[in-house]
């Protein structure tokens, strides 16, 4: 009986593969890598590139992924592959992005936040929902 | 007869709006599957990163992560608060702020004060209007969102923690129960929960490349993103069934509604009949 694997690639918008496979070329970080059953446990970062798997017929899969991180145990590997491509400095872009969006939004209002005004208009709306259900109910 | 012409022109326009909310109705319980189908798609991920979690609790890297020791003070907190961008949905929104305020006026008794992501446009429009401190903000997600749009405003957060404005994070957002029901949810998302408290059997260790700071690093970002990025597919499977249901009683509504103004027409109707027919009579026994 030929050696066998699990392996999962993954990306967290999708499941891209699952399946038994004996070889797996993933693009780690300072090299590709090749995975056979029985490698020592492994966890290593990847950087954009291709992963090949083969499959017990000698077929060859292979798949693009946007970086991310390889980990292997000895039977069984997860590719765990990012959607977006990753730098530090395009995350940090994404980062002020998001904080200016917020900034414009508070800009004309002061910082005290009236948590009891807050509380009271939501127990208004949620008596407002409540209410219409009954009514709903008594129909 | 002067009411009978109103009336048919408002069962006109009721039947109109009944038409609208029958064919949102339909487009939201499509959309409901589609977001279904996203919300199944994206649960490997979450579940194989934990793993590696688990499988990384057992081996004992020499490198411990900030995400998993808990802080002794808690001085201020953050909140991702995951909302839809548009509203004709129920009381989904309301009853998640309201399971938010509540935990948040709780901290704020304890002179605990509190930063807000916002994601999506009616948690954006809820928390600014209660002047809360909205550090960040994302919107015009979609229906089908995409990671990329969700990192900046979850670093904010995150960078928030790591260099020691916020002490802990909290995520909250609607959890899909089934498509008549939502229950809103707080999470603790920082620090990590339940992952990391399994009993060590045996030592071993992960060959590291190129070096285990980074890798735990990265491991720990995705993980947090891959929860945020859940919960907010999750949301939108939310939105849409909540939309669905809302819109399918308010066609009903609409229905009872043009029945009941159907018997009032039918009866001016049949009133102005009769006074014609009596008018007539009395008229002949006149001459």
Not at chain 1, 19 to 37: K, W
Not at chain 1, 96 to 118: H, I, P, V
Not at chain 2, 41 to 68: C, G, M, W
Not at chain 2, 150 to 159: E, F, H, Y
Request: charged share 25%; hydrophobic share 40%; net charge negative.
């Amino acid at each position: 009986m030929s050696m066998t694997m699990h392996v999962d690639i993954v990306s967290a918008e999708i499941e891209i593969f699952s399946g038994t496979i004996t070889e797996l070329y993933a693009p780690a970080e300072m090299g590709e890598v090749g995975i056979m059953p029985r490698h020592a446990p492994l966890l290593a970062k990847m950087k954009p590139g291709e992963v090949r798997v083969v499959d017990q017929h000698g077929e060859t899969q292979s798949f693009y992924v946007n970086g991310g991180i390889l980990e292997v145990q000895p039977h069984v590997v997860t590719v765990l592959s990012d959607t977006a491509i990753r730098a530090h400095d395009l995350d940090e872009t994404a980062a002020l992005a998001a904080k200016a969006r917020a900034e414009a939004a508070m800009a004309d209002k002061k910082t005290e936040y009236d948590y009891a005004r807050a509380k009271a208009e939501l127990v208004e709306a949620v008596a407002q929902i409540e209410t219409i259900k009954k009514l709903r109910k008594r129909k | 007869m002067a009411g009978a012409k109103e009336i048919r022109s408002k069962i006109g326009s009721v039947k109109n709006t009944q038409k609208i909310t029958k064919a949102m109705e339909m487009v939201a319980a499509s959309k409901m599957r589609k977001a279904q189908d996203r919300m199944h798609a994206a649960r490997p991920y979450a579940d194989k990163i934990n793993t590696v979690l688990v499988h990384l609790s057992q081996a004992h890297p020499e490198y411990k992560h900030p995400y998993l020791s808990e802080r002794e003070e808690v001085k201020r907190v953050g909140y991702i608060v995951v909302s839809t961008d548009r509203g004709l949905c129920g009381g989904l929104n309301t009853n998640m702020f309201k399971a938010a305020v509540t935990e948040m006026a709780d901290w704020d008794e304890k002179d605990v004060e509190i930063d807000v992501c916002a994601i999506g446009k009616k948690a954006i429009g809820f928390f600014s209007r209660f002047k809360a401190k909205v550090v960040a903000e994302a919107s015009h997600l979609g229906d089908s969102p995409s990671m990329e749009e969700l990192i900046g405003a979850v670093k904010v957060m995150l960078d928030a923690y790591d260099e020691g404005r916020i002490d802990r994070l909290y995520l909250v957002s609607n959890n899909f129960v089934n498509t008549m029901t939502q229950a809103p949810s707080v999470q603790q998302l920082i620090p990590v929960k339940g992952v990391m408290d399994e009993e060590l059997t045996h030592h071993w260790d992960y060959i590291y490349e190129p070096e285990s700071k980074p890798i735990i690093d990265g491991l720990m970002l995705r993980f947090i993103e891959s929860q945020v990025y859940r919960s907010v597919v999750e949301n939108i499977a939310c939105e849409m069934s909540a939309r669905m249901m809302a819109m399918k009683s308010a066609t009903d509504n609409a229905g009872e509604i043009i029945k009941e103004l159907q018997t009032i027409y039918n009866k001016a109707r049949q009133a102005a009949i009769t006074q014609e027919i009596s008018e007539i009579v009395s008229g002949a026994a006149a001459v």
